[in-house]
Nanobody
Framework: QVQLVESGGGSVQAGGSLRLSCGVF????????MAWFRQAPGKEREGVAV???????TYAPSVKGRFTISQDNAKNTLYLQMNSLKPEDTAMYYC????????????????????WGQGTQVTVSS
């Protein structure tokens, strides 16, 4: 069983920065994917960024160039550095993990992830 625990959310003004963390507890297969998703009220959950055991990264077009996903294997922690934040980035942010092989184009699809954290709120004011 894998448990994911997010932290680091908060309120920030537009143009500011936040760093989210996701602690990984339990055993995750050596060939894994870990991702950040977000969900705003009344909207579907959308993929933000994903990384994997080979270090490959994929970003949603809306955050590319502003957000950076990274991992510290020694600390079993996934990060999301968010810069130049915009009010439209306001959402609950979730950490997710899985290990099954999937098509490249499905890496930011929520149903491709088995394990989820409880979420951390990010609010960006204008």
């Amino acid at each position: 069983q894998v448990q994911l625990v997010e932290s680091g959310g908060g309120s920030v003004q537009a143009g500011g920065s936040l760093r989210l963390s996701c602690g990984v507890f339990g055993y995750l297969d050596s060939r894994y994917r870990m991702a950040w998703f977000r969900q705003a009220p009344g909207k579907e959950r959308e993929g933000v960024a994903v990384t994997d055991s080979e270090g490959r990264t994929t970003y949603a077009p809306s955050v590319k160039g502003r957000f950076t996903i990274s991992q510290d294997n020694a600390k079993n922690t996934l990060y999301l550095q968010m810069n130049s934040l915009k009010p439209e980035d306001t959402a609950m942010y979730y950490c997710a993990a899985d290990y099954r092989d999937i098509p490249e184009g499905a890496r930011l699809v929520a149903m491709q992830y088995r394990y989820w954290g409880q979420g951390t709120q990010v609010t960006v004011s204008s």
